[in-house]
């Protein structure tokens, strides 16, 4: 028979894990880019990807503390966001869905590739850098918690400065579209020939958005990698699709959309995945084997969405009456 | 900054604002804006070529000329929204050309599009709000601290309550700007121009697609901003309305000037019953009866 109480215990793990708040921290840079500004970045997952190898690699090769990996990690995506920037803000949207898809993919194959295989592990990617920030932990060992919420002190303390960043990126976020920046930003998206014949520098501001939410994602794939290793694999188009996902689900232009949307995105797909293993294993599903089974869930995610698209198009926080007037 | 300064009827004409004949390129008493040998081709087609034309400050200029004659190319090239193959501009007596759109925009030159460029999904009152300049909260910085910001936006949102009350949108304010009618935009981007406190407006055929019990008010706005000091540039197809308001006259055909006068004089001109003939030789100019029937014999003489 099927063991509900593990299901769902297992999608509830989900609600809190530093996976679920780095997929809503990278959201939150892609609701700036593409909710606000009306930027088309493919690329968040080079973002990310520069976040994990810059801290990882700052970390394992030049023996930087935590604070110096993570400059060194924002860093590199500022440097990424100014050259995937410079030569496609001026064009029209959708060069830069080109670009930045291209620049992620060559990304990610440059941290595969065996050339550089000393320092960036190549197809076996990174581990053991997690050390400095294991040492800044003040929680005293041992286990806390309840029910399925039960970790040790370093899960407990990745989880709570995960989440505190989360909440900082939102307040940070929610301050600054409510600002006159954020209307400028606003105004690019809905016709930039408009807000340059009102006096605003439109490249610049694209520009700002672009380093900004890319250094969200960046900052983001560094606490992706803090619960697990540093994998190239982990860092293909599909991810920069599964955030589209997450920001398209709690809606493109809020600020509690992507935090929302990465938890109900996480919970579901542990649901969904717990509950087709064991249908499987039950028997309820004879013409499957366990293998298939495995690949399902991303299919139900992908009806999941499609009926969102569908049926609520604004995104569970977004604001249908912006829908009466979508061109 | 009131409403009643020019009454709705018979508008108050700038005269004697050009030095010598009214030709093609003549001296104005007090240019705003000169230009010199602009040119813009797109593949083998010469959309503008200008050799010399001044704009007078402190009054209402027309530019008029059948269609394809360059005129909105012309708009784009002196708002630095195009980049053009020759030419150099002055506006206020500093260059302008190769200066980007914002930039020309930040001098006091504001212009409006052809199509209404309203902000659709910002409220009425954030389009106004953007077009106020120096905002120290647009800055992304300042932008975190609203103490550094919030007294200037106070101000600017007075102002902006105070220019919507005249173009009768305040009640709107709270609404999307894309939940306005299409006169309504028309009139938005004027007041969202006028935040910026602009010396010189260019309005892109403001008269487009307004249904007429709009045109009236329109029309008046239009006056109200020479009142205010400011000069207008505007790109117009309805005769009627250019005699109206215009003071002066910029006729283009084919790229090129072809004549400038007075509203009344430059409809007599020849050059311009050339460029116009073909596709609106049987067409109402515009001209009261008298003028017109002249002017039907003018036709008829030219078609002999």
Known sequence: MIDWGAIFSNAAVELISPTTAAYALAALGLAIHFGYTGLLNFGQAGFMALGAYGFAISTLSFGFPVWGAVLVGIGASVIFALILGIPTLRLRADYLAIVTIAAAEIVRLLFTTNTFQAITGSANGLSGYKGGFAGLNPIPEGRYGFGPFEY?????????????????????????????????IKGIREDEDAVRALGKNVYSYKMQSLILGGAFGTIAGMIFVLPRAVVPSNYQTS???FIYAILLLGGASTILGPVIGSMVFWVLLSFFSGFIARAVEAGWIPF??????????????????????????QGIFGNKKELAFVK | MSNNTVPSNKPIKSTDLHIGEAEPGCKKRDPILVADGVSRTFGGLKAVDVDHVEIPRGAITALIGPNGAGK??????LTGFDKPDTGSWTFEGRPLSGMPAFKVARMGQVRTFQLTKALGLLTVMDNMLLGAKGQAGENLFRAIFPFFWRKQ??????????????FKLDAKKDDYAASLSGGQRKLLEMARALMSVPSLVMLDEPMAGVNPALTQSLLDHILNLKSEGMTVLFVEHDMHMVRHIADWVIVMAEGRVVAEGDP???????????????????EDLGEDPAAESEHVEAIKELLE
């Open chain 2, 153 to 166: 936006e106070e101000a600017n949102k007075a102002r902006a309550i105070d220019i919507l009350e005249r």
């Open chain 1, 152 to 184: 040790n002190e370093y899960d407990w303390w990745l989880r709570i400065v995960a989440w505190s960043i989360v909440a900082l990126a939102c307040l940070f976020t929610w301050q600054i579209m409510r600002s006159p920046w954020g209307r400028v």
């Open chain 2, 264 to 282: 009344h004089e430059v409809m007599r001109n020849p050059a311009v019953i050339d460029a116009y003939l073909g596709q609106h030789h049987d």
């Open chain 1, 288 to 313: 499957m084997t366990s293998i298939q089974a495995g690949q399902l869930r991303f299919i139900l995610v992908g009806v999941a969405i499609m009926l969102i698209v569908i049926f609520r198009p």
């Open chain 2, 72 to 77: 909105t190319t012309l708009f784009n090239l």
């Open chain 1, 239 to 241: 991810l920069t699709f």
